[in-house]
């Protein structure tokens, strides 16, 4: 493994409670090195199952987080000066597709569409990136893949992908776990009781059930880890939830009252 | 604000019986009058009037002396609240019930406060249906139950499979924190939805046996979902506190000691018959799914409680605490159940459309009419079976919207909320979007890349490009969004279980839309349509592009009426065209429908949603996105045919403001 990309390997196992076949099916799609895509909520998982994933393929993992300013050179780099003069960069994707790496692309939505299609040479038979401004041509590194991470969210009717960068990509679909396992993951995360985070997966499952109705999205695992620690460290739970959970969520002060609601229902 | 004329009012008076109290009342109903917003609200307090009889001739004076006052603090559906929690707080003692209308009691105060700042279920609708929902895990409509008589019994929730009916009000003596007092009711009945078998048959069972069978359940299902819900264990509590003192050995007070010792799980009470209840109910905790073994507990409490001679009353009984419901969701006695009248009076969530009847009858004035003539059209049809248009087939009139003769209706928004989201939606995606502009002759910061480029160009002994500044800026192209409105017969159609029709919402809808975006009005145009056969497609353009929204504009959308058909193609092509004129290259039609196209003239159910169809395409070929939100459940099969996968089934017509202003910016956007 080339040294620039041997820093992105994973040492440590990252803890992954699987919900379902995720683990086979991506094994099986990397062996092909088809592009993934994750499709699911905020916090649900995605992330941390892309480096579970990296780790256990013993790969390095590139990740990028999109956004709506990132432009092309983001991605593939660009020429910078130096004392002797122009030198060329690669962004991190070169980088993940010259040396061999899974390259994660979080929320690919987000970046504008004349971003995403410089993708689409790399994620058909061809498996190329061509780098314009450099006048080369990298062929991809056999170990490499590209995953991007995708939120449905609501009616996506303006930011969504193009038809022709969505049939490019395998998918695999994410929901927060059910409640045993994600009390579970919460108690091992925050490292608190089973007990506690019972409770805050409950509280969760009744604000995911405002979704569309209220909330533009229910209250995420993430979330849950975040309170349960507060938690943990002798914050009361009130409290915890609300700074870690209820508040971020919305502004709304009709949601914060039948949100607080829950979580006296739980918390005695 | 209207105003009945006096004759009328006159007239209105003659159904209050003392003469006395209408005496008073006709000299006092002019000053009434600054307190009485609608005249709706007008009635509501003659109605009120008329139902004083219960009262003393005193009392009924003394209150009328006092209507100045009171409506001052109060509306008049809280100032009956307020005489009913005295009546009830007063029961058997006539002077103090005089003292209290008298504002003499310190009750009459309490209440009076209580009832000023707003303790109604349409104060907290919104969180409490939020809370509804999220506990049920599903959708759980909370409408509003209102008190029909002043004297009758206090009223309980009713719970049906999908909804629940919460009484309009609870008293002041029901405890002071209604919003606790009505989320312990939601609970309650989630509990009962989730844990109770529905509709039992009474068969024989005594009302006796029912009331104290009905009150194990209350506490079997308290008890499983407080299992892994703690905390509503304490909510319910904070509701028994008053049976706690309670000694007496009437059925009431017994039932109420029964209910409080059952939820406390303590069996300390003096009662022989209490502490038996106990006993068995915690017996049978080792499985508290078995409904038979508790149903037993209440057949054996029931039977002791016949042979303690202990008087029942079942007219006059209630369950307690406030927050129970009144059982009936258990039983099924039998006949079929009449629905509870309360239903026609209904409260709408969201979006509240009233109607206020026009006196003066005119349309004149203030709201100028956007199109002074008629102007008719020409239009294509397409026949799909030879897969041909049919040349001119269709006449499309443009009419101005009629002001007068329909009853005015008055939107107003109680939920905030709806406001609120849709400021803050329209907020965070900023309608007139401001944008960095890149690689600008000038500016204030750098552009990194255009700044490298124009390095690596010196470097390299090239001419360098010198624009290498960012600027913010605004999008150029402005979108322009045309919202076309079904105007058919069927959107007068009432939404089953509330008082307004599919129309009143899409109007509400379009309206708080309207409020919301503000500036961005100008890039929006309102229109609507219906058909009477192929000669006669009306079309009004209700609120055109470049044309502020304002009191005038909202006139008209109000006037609108559901008539006739929906012949969707010709709408849609002179839409498109009206649309195109407009500058900027980014042109949508919003589509808002509640049915499938159809006309009187056409017999072919594919006819229309072919040519609806073809319509959409001839848009597309002409750069203009259409999208279709539509109210009908079951539109799936033919809405995906006319406009592909840009289209959105609301199937909760509360959300459709929501939805159409999420539908709208994403629009804006695209
Ligand atoms: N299956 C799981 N196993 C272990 N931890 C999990 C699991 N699901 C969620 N988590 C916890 O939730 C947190 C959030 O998950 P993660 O960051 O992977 O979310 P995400 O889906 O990538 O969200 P986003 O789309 O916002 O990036 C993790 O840090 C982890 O603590
Ligand atoms: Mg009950």
Not at chain 2, 365 to 385: K, M
């Amino acid at each position: 493994m080339h040294g620039i990309v041997e820093q992105y390997l994973i040492k440590t196992e990252p803890y992954y409670c699987p919900s379902g076949k995720e683990i086979d099916l991506f094994k099986s799609a990397y062996h092909l090195r088809l592009p993934m895509m994750l499709k699911g909520p905020t916090g649900c998982g995605k992330t941390r199952f892309v480096e579970y994933m990296a780790w256990l393929l013993k790969k390095p993992l590139i990740t990028v987080a999109c956004n709506e300013d990132m432009t092309a050179s983001d991605l593939v780099g660009r020429y910078l000066l130096d004392p002797s003069g122009t030198v060329w960069h690669d962004g991190p994707l070169t980088t993940a597709v010259r040396y061999g790496a899974i390259c994660y692309l979080d929320e690919i939505v987000e970046a504008r569409q004349d971003t995403t299609v410089i993708i689409h040479p790399l994620t058909d038979a061809r498996r190329i990136l061509p780098l314009d401004k450099k006048g080369e041509i990298v062929h991809a590194h056999p170990d490499f893949q590209l995953v991007v991470s995708y939120n449905p969210g609501y009616q996506s009717i303006s930011k969504d992908l193009k038809q022709s960068t969505k049939q490019r990509f395998g998918a695999i679909d994410f929901y927060y776990p059910d409640p045993e396992h994600e009390a579970t993951i919460v108690a091992h995360e925050a490292s608190v009781g089973h007990e506690v985070a019972a409770k805050l997966v409950g509280i969760a499952a009744k604000s995911r059930a405002l979704k569309g109705r209220g909330l533009e999205e229910g209250i995420s695992t993430r979330m849950l880890v975040y309170a349960a620690a507060l938690i943990r460290d002798g914050m009361r739970a009130m409290d915890a939830c609300r700074l870690a959970m209820t508040r971020p969520i919305t502004d709304d002060e009709a949601l914060h009252k039948a949100l607080d609601g829950f979580i006296e229902a739980h918390f005695a | 604000m209207q105003v009945p004329s006096a004759g009328r009012e006159e007239a209105a008076l003659e159904g209050i019986q003392d003469p006395l109290v209408r005496e008073q009342l006709a000299r006092k109903l002019p000053a009434l009058r600054r307190h009485l917003g609608r005249a709706e609200e007008h009635r509501a307090l003659l109605e009120l009037c008329e139902e004083l009889d219960e009262l003393d001739a005193g009392d009924r004076l003394a209150l009328v002396a006092n209507l100045d006052y009171l409506l001052e603090r109060l509306s008049v559906d809280a100032l009956r609240r307020w005489i009913i929690t005295g009546m009830r707080a007063c029961e058997e003692q006539p002077e103090r019930l005089t003292r209290y209308l008298r504002l003499e009691d310190e009750l009459a105060r309490a209440s009076l406060a209580f009832e000023a700042s707003g303790n109604g279920l349409e104060t907290f609708r919104a969180p409490l249906q939020f809370y509804a929902n999220g506990l049920a895990g599903r959708p759980l409509e909370l409408k509003n139950r209102r008190n029909a008589v002043l004297n009758g019994p206090p009223l309980r929730a009713v719970i049906t499979a999908n909804s629940l009916l919460l009484p309009e009000g609870y008293s002041i003596v029901d405890g002071t924190d209604h919003f606790r007092l009505y989320c312990a009711a939601v609970a309650h009945a989630v509990a009962h939805l989730r844990f109770s078998p529905m509709h039992q048959d009474a068969g024989s069972l005594k009302p006796m046996s029912i009331a104290i069978i009905s009150l194990i359940e209350d506490a079997r299902v308290e008890y499983l979902l407080a299992l892994d819900h703690p905390g509503l264990r304490r909510l319910w509590g904070r509701f028994h506190a008053p049976a706690r003192n309670e000694t007496a050995l009437t059925f009431r007070a017994l039932t109420r000691r029964l209910a409080c010792a059952l939820h406390d799980g303590r069996v300390e009470d003096e009662n022989y018959w209490v502490n038996k209840g106990v006993q068995l109910f915690r017996e049978r905790l080792a499985d508290p799914y078995d409904y038979r073994a508790f149903r037993e507990i209440g057949s054996i409490l029931a039977n002791d409680l016949g042979q303690m001679r202990v008087r029942f009353n079942p007219q006059q009984y209630v369950p307690e605490p406030a927050y129970c419901d009144d059982n009936s969701f258990l039983w099924n006695f039998g006949e079929p159940q009449p629905p509870p009248q309360q239903q026609e009076q209904l409260f709408v969530q969201g979006v509240r459309v009233e109607r206020v009847e026009r006196e003066d009858g005119g349309g004149e004035g203030g709201a100028g009419t956007l199109v002074e003539v008629e102007q008719r059209f020409s239009y294509p049809e397409w026949e799909y079976r030879t897969q041909t248009e049919r040349q001119d087939w269709v006449t499309l009139i443009e009419k101005p919207v009629q002001l007068g003769g329909s009853p005015r209706i008055e939107v107003t928004i109680p939920r905030h909320r709806v406001r609120q989201s849709i400021f803050s939606l329209i907020k965070a995606n900023q309608l007139s979007r401001s944008a960095k502009l890149r690689r600008q002759w000038e500016g204030d910061q750098l552009d990194l890349n255009g700044t490298i480029a124009a390095l690596v160009d010196y470097r390299s002994g090239v001419q360098p490009d010198p624009r290498v500044f960012t600027k913010p800026g605004r999008h150029a192209p402005k979108p322009s969004v045309l919202v076309l409105l079904d105007l058919s017969e069927s959107t007068n159609d009432r939404i089953p279980g509330r008082y307004d029709s599919v129309l009143d919402v899409a109007k509400g809808a379009t309206i708080v839309l309207c409020e919301a975006i503000g500036e961005a009005a100008e890039r929006f145009a309102v229109h609507g349509f219906s058909s009477n056969g192929r000669h006669e497609v009306e079309y009004f353009r209700v609120k055109d592009f470049d044309e502020p929204f304002g009191e005038a504009q909202a006139q008209r959308v109000l006037a609108l009426r559901g008539e006739h058909s929906t012949r969707i193609g010709a709408a849609l092509r002179h839409a498109c065209g009206l649309v195109s004129e407009q500058p900027g290259d980014h042109k949508v039609v919003l589509v808002v429908t509640d049915g499938e196209p159809s006309d009187v003239d056409v017999f072919d159910r594919d006819y229309l949603i072919e040519d609806a169809a073809m319509a959409v395409r001839v848009l597309r070929g002409r750069g203009v996105i259409s999208f279709c939100l539509t109210l009908d459940p079951k539109a799936k099969g033919y809405v995906s045919r006319i406009f592909g996968n840009d289209f959105l089934i609301v199937d909760e017509l509360v959300e459709l403001p929501f939805h159409l202003s999420k539908a709208f910016v994403k629009l804006l956007n695209r």
